[in-house]
Nanobody, 122 residues
Framework: QVQLVESGGGLAQAGGSLRLSCAASGLTFSRFAMGWFRQAPGKEREFVAAISGSGSTRYADSVKGRFTISRDNAKSTVYLQMNSLKPEDTAVYYC????????????????WGQGTQVTVSS
């Protein structure tokens, strides 16, 4: 069975930083593109960042320059370093795995974690 487990969420002040981790098991991690999505209350889930198995990255415009996605294939873990946090970054952040591409399209991801809450105070 495939399992993705997010960690590292919590409370931060505006301008602060958090580092999210997503540990994967039950899959050949290096073959999957990994993505981060987020969902705020009353909002649709939106793309945040993605990374291919070889390290190619893409970001939503709203986080570009502030967030960095990375992966450690040896540890089967993907990270999201979030700097210069804004209150609008408040959301549940979800890790997802895609067999092929680092797509921004939610429906193209095959596996999802349970999410971790990120709250940014003003």
């Amino acid at each position: 069975q495939v399992q993705l487990v997010e960690s590292g969420g919590g409370l931060a002040q505006a301008g602060g930083s958090l580092r999210l981790s997503c540990a994967a098991s039950g899959l050949t991690f290096s073959r999957f593109a990994m993505g981060w999505f987020r969902q705020a209350p009353g909002k649709e889930r939106e793309f945040v960042a993605a990374i291919s198995g070889s390290g190619s990255t893409r970001y939503a415009d709203s986080v570009k320059g502030r967030f960095t996605i990375s992966r450690d294939n040896a540890k089967s873990t993907v990270y999201l370093q979030m700097n210069s946090l804004k209150p609008e970054d408040t959301a549940v952040y979800y890790c997802a795995a895609n067999l092929a591409f680092p797509t921004a399209t939610m429906t193209e991801y095959d596996y999802w974690g349970q999410g971790t809450q990120v709250t940014v105070s003003s």
